[in-house]
T-cell receptor, first 114, second 116 residues
Framework: GNSVTQMEGPVTLSEEAFLTINCTYTATGYPSLFWYVQYPGEGLQLLLKATKADDKGSNKGFEATYRKETTSFHLEKGSVQVSDSAVYFCALESTTSGTYKYIFGTGTRLKVLA | KAGVTQTPRYLIKTRGQQVTLSCSPISGHRSVSWYQQTPGQGLQFLFEYFSETQRNKGNFPGRFSGRQFSNSRSEMNVSTLELGDSALYLC???????????????FGEGSRLTVL
């Protein structure tokens, strides 16, 4: 079946450091891929998405590229800020016979130190 | 545009009791999903409703149930509460399965349930 695997956390970085959070997936067909972010005390919100191979999603300085050959969708940011401290979830949405199904990774907690 | 609203935000129950949580989706969204979030298990899918019909169900015992009303509002119920049911319960709405959706889920802030 379909699955999403993302790197274990927590990840602790200093402000202005480079961030990579790895995400790989297993799916049949051509799923859409997403990164969601959850700030403390809040629900999840969409950070970025990509719907087909080689698409790059970007938002708020974060980027991720849909790599079908490596079945990956790694999240990157060139210079993190304290305000980026949150939990990040990789997810995929697959479609089978008109039915949409979401699968989330386990989440990676990021802590950025000033 | 109002977001997804979940009530109550916090509640404390004792083992054996039952609880009902409510979710009001974004206006125009007819699909509502429920998730359980715990530190150890991450985000676990409970069920999804569309047009008052359950379309998908996760791997949870029958103590967990839900329903959706004609106005798309949804409730989930947990009966005979156990300590392990303590979690943040998140509701999400979307425009799926309409073609106008880009697949984005819109989440509420959650209902935090503590079972003593």
């Amino acid at each position: 079946g379909n699955s999403v695997t993302q790197m274990e956390g927590p990840v602790t970085l200093s402000e202005e450091a480079f961030l990579t959070i790895n995400c790989t997936y297993t799916a049949t067909g051509y799923p859409s891929l997403f990164w969601y972010v959850q700030y403390p005390g809040e629900g999840l919100q969409l950070l970025l998405k990509a719907t087909k191979a080689d698409d790059k999603g970007s938002n708020k300085g974060f980027e991720a590229t849909y790599r079908k050959e490596t079945t990956s969708f790694h999240l990157e940011k060139g210079s993190v800020q304290v305000s980026d401290s949150a939990v990040y979830f990789c997810a995929l949405e697959s479609t089978t016979s008109g039915t949409y199904k979401y699968i989330f990774g386990t989440g990676t907690r990021l802590k950025v130190l000033a | 545009k109002a977001g997804v609203t979940q009530t109550p935000r916090y509640l404390i129950k004792t083992r054996g009791q039952q609880v009902t949580l409510s979710c009001s989706p974004i206006s125009g969204h007819r699909s509502v999903s429920w998730y359980q979030q715990t530190p150890g298990q991450g985000l676990q899918f409970l069920f999804e409703y569309f047009s008052e019909t359950q379309r998908n169900k996760g791997n949870f015992p029958g103590r967990f149930s839900g329903r959706q009303f004609s106005n798309s509002r949804s409730e989930m119920n947990v009966s005979t509460l156990e300590l392990g049911d303590s979690a943040l319960y998140l509701c999400a709405s979307s425009l799926r399965p309409t073609s106008g959706s880009n697949g984005e889920l819109f989440f509420g802030e959650g209902s935090r349930l503590t079972v003593l």
